[in-house]
């Protein structure tokens, strides 16, 4: 009795103890390592050659949890990204076993979490079914089966995933359930989960609204958060959490986000960051998506905002463009508020604001970045390089991408003028950077990429020139 009940949490342990207990679990050790193999790491699958537990649907994932509960605590790495995906061309009876029907209908009647919401179960079954019948996605079996699963670690979210008016507020007792720490033995459903993503297609017509994540972000062991093809810009941009509900709490555990292809501004991202008091890294690249017209993305403003949110404890900072067809307005920016940043990744768009800004406020001539000739004359040689108005001083490695356009040489010339001169009292833990130096780089943008290479000879600062014009990997030293 001990050894079953001990299944599947501590019951390698309990085998391992000594011979006679090994002895004791061997006629369990199929069935745990066929469950293990199956639903450790768990994703649908379209392969109709594999065995009875080839899934494709939540639906599909919660039958066997209703037939055999002890298969949900099992499962601690889910991807649900392509929930439904694998259902075309599916006759119905293979995505359906009605010979279950009165399992599911019990796991419903019996759900702490529906009963908490106050939603009736007969109700919700119905849709669940309504829902399937095409075969298609159902959203409320997906909210429903993250219900089921205490021992899950890393969850990725479906990609069809959409906020409806029955499915919310079950995920927000879930959470809320999760954040109850009050029983050291109760192990509500998603609260060991340290890992969420949403994770689409990164091309310009796909994408998931940030706010999707924000209940998830709450959940309290959280730590790593990874967004695809995320928008919250313009008038969308406050991303939107049900008055009273996780206000205080959402991103509170966050230690590092990776937003990839996203469109997102400098209102979105400073909601999203309003509580990561614990986050070291920060990664971000920016697609323009097709969700609205033409758009205007103010990198400046974009990091100021991160800054005011995150940068007094920030270690890694990584902005690239991915996909960028919007125009981005000429603003300023200092980053010297970013206190403890280590690693820096930034566009040579942000120097180019940056030297433009400065220009300005020495009362000069602002002078757009192209008419180059004229705004290096604007500045004296003996002037600190500007590099040390765009990097804090505590950076260690620093990495500048670019398409290599001859506007960027001029970039380069001004950003580190005098570079060898200043950098021991300006950028005294600065030992490497990594600069874009793509093949079809303008002739001039060359010339300042190896005129560079001296200039960081001579300060013993380490250059490496890239062949691509954008990144989204600080760990080149590592």
């Given at each position: 009795?001990?050894?079953?009940?001990?299944?599947?949490?501590?019951?390698?342990?309990?085998?391992?103890?000594?011979?006679?207990i090994h002895a004791t679990c061997r006629p369990f050790l199929d069935i745990h390592n066929s469950r293990s193999s199956q639903f450790d790491t768990f994703a649908y699958t379209g392969d109709r050659h594999?065995?009875?537990?080839?899934?494709?649907?939540?639906?599909?994932?919660?039958?066997?949890?209703?037939?055999?509960?002890?298969?949900?605590?099992?499962?601690?790495?889910?991807?649900?990204?392509?929930?439904?995906?694998?259902?075309?061309?599916?006759?119905?009876?293979?995505?359906?076993?009605?010979?279950?029907?009165?399992?599911?209908?019990?796991?419903?009647?019996?759900?702490?979490?529906?009963?908490?919401?106050?939603?009736?179960?007969?109700?919700?079954?119905?849709?669940?079914?309504?829902?399937?019948?095409?075969?298609?996605?159902?959203?409320?079996?997906?909210?429903?089966?993250?219900?089921?699963?205490?021992?899950?670690?890393?969850?990725?979210?479906?990609?069809?995933?959409?906020?409806?008016?029955?499915?919310?507020?079950?995920?927000?007792?879930?959470?809320?359930?999760?954040?109850?720490?009050?029983?050291?033995?109760?192990?509500?459903?998603?609260?060991?989960?340290?890992?969420?993503?949403?994770?689409?297609?990164?091309?310009?017509?796909?994408?998931?609204?940030?706010?999707?994540?924000?209940?998830?972000?709450?959940?309290?062991?959280?730590?790593?958060?990874?967004?695809?093809?995320?928008?919250?810009?313009?008038?969308?941009?406050?991303?939107?959490?049900?008055?009273?509900?996780?206000?205080?709490i959402f991103g509170q555990t966050l230690t590092s986000i990776n937003l990839v292809a996203c469109c997102i501004d400098d209102v979105g991202i400073a909601h999203l960051l309003q509580h990561a008091a614990?986050?070291?890294?920060?990664?971000?690249?920016?697609?323009?998506?097709?969700?609205?017209?033409?758009?205007?993305?103010?990198?400046?403003?974009?990091?100021?905002?991160?800054?005011?949110?995150?940068?007094?404890?920030?270690?890694?900072?990584?902005?690239?463009?991915?996909?960028?067809?919007?125009?981005?307005?000429?603003?300023?920016?200092?980053?010297?508020?970013?206190?403890?940043?280590?690693?820096?990744?930034?566009?040579?768009?942000?120097?180019?604001?940056?030297?433009?800004?400065?220009?300005?406020?020495?009362?000069?001539?602002?002078?757009?970045?192209?008419?180059?000739?004229?705004?290096?004359?604007?500045?004296?040689?003996?002037?600190?390089?500007?590099?040390?108005?765009?990097?804090?001083?505590?950076?260690?490695?620093?990495?500048?991408?670019?398409?290599?356009?001859?506007?960027?040489?001029?970039?380069?010339?001004?950003?580190?003028?005098?570079?060898?001169?200043?950098?021991?009292?300006?950028?005294?833990?600065?030992?490497?950077?990594?600069?874009?130096?793509?093949?079809?780089?303008?002739?001039?943008?060359?010339?300042?990429?190896?005129?560079?290479?001296?200039?960081?000879?001579?300060?013993?600062?380490?250059?490496?020139?890239?062949?691509?014009?954008?990144?989204?990997?600080?760990?080149?030293?590592?």
């Amino acid at each position: 009795v001990i050894v079953q009940y001990s299944m599947p949490e501590g019951f390698e342990s309990i085998a391992l103890t000594c011979k006679q207990i090994h002895a004791t679990c061997r006629p369990f050790l199929d069935i745990h390592n066929s469950r293990s193999s199956q639903f450790d790491t768990f994703a649908y699958t379209g392969d109709r050659h594999g065995w009875i537990y080839n899934l494709r649907t939540a639906y599909q994932l919660i039958i066997p949890i209703a037939v055999e509960p002890i298969i949900a605590r099992h499962i601690r790495h889910a991807d649900f990204a392509h929930d439904s995906r694998f259902t075309r061309c599916i006759p119905h009876d293979l995505l359906f076993d009605d010979n279950y029907e009165a399992d599911v209908r019990q796991l419903l009647a019996t759900s702490p979490y529906l009963q908490q919401c106050g939603l009736d179960w007969h109700d919700f079954y119905a849709r669940i079914r309504e829902e399937t019948q095409t075969p298609n996605y159902s959203q409320h079996a997906a909210a429903f089966l993250m219900t089921l699963l205490p021992n899950l670690e890393s969850l990725v979210l479906p990609r069809r995933w959409v906020s409806c008016d029955a499915t919310s507020p079950l995920v927000h007792a879930i959470v809320h359930q999760a954040n109850q720490l009050d029983n050291p033995n109760k192990r509500p459903s998603l609260a060991q989960v340290t890992k969420i993503e949403l994770n689409i297609s990164t091309v310009a017509r796909d994408f998931m609204d940030l706010e999707f994540a924000i209940p998830f972000l709450a959940l309290p062991r959280v730590q790593s958060f990874c967004g695809v093809s995320c928008v919250a810009f313009g008038d969308d941009s406050r991303i939107g959490v049900p008055a009273g509900r996780f206000n205080d709490i959402f991103g509170q555990t966050l230690t590092s986000i990776n937003l990839v292809a996203c469109c997102i501004d400098d209102v979105g991202i400073a909601h999203l960051l309003q509580h990561a008091a614990r986050l070291r890294t920060l990664r971000f690249s920016y697609a323009t998506k097709t969700h609205s017209g033409p758009q205007e993305w103010d990198i400046c403003k974009f990091i100021d905002a991160i800054e005011r949110q995150v940068g007094s404890h920030l270690e890694e900072l990584s902005i690239v463009f991915h996909d960028l067809h919007d125009s981005i307005p000429r603003g300023t920016t200092s980053m010297l508020g970013f206190q403890w940043l280590q690693k820096l990744e930034l566009p040579l768009e942000v120097a180019a604001s940056t030297i433009n800004g400065a220009a300005a406020t020495a009362h000069r001539t602002k002078i757009p970045v192209n008419e180059a000739t004229d705004l290096r004359e604007s500045f004296r040689d003996d002037e600190v390089p500007y590099i040390s108005y765009l990097v804090p001083a505590s950076v260690r490695q620093l990495s500048l991408t670019s398409d290599g356009g001859a506007e960027h040489a001029n970039v380069l010339d001004l950003t580190f003028r005098r570079f060898a001169t200043w950098k021991a009292s300006t950028l005294p833990a600065l030992w490497a950077i990594q600069l874009s130096c793509p093949d079809e780089a303008d002739k001039e943008y060359k010339e300042q990429c190896t005129k560079l290479l001296t200039l960081c000879d001579k300060a013993g600062v380490i250059l490496r020139l890239k062949r691509f014009s954008s990144s989204f990997n600080t760990d080149w030293l590592e």
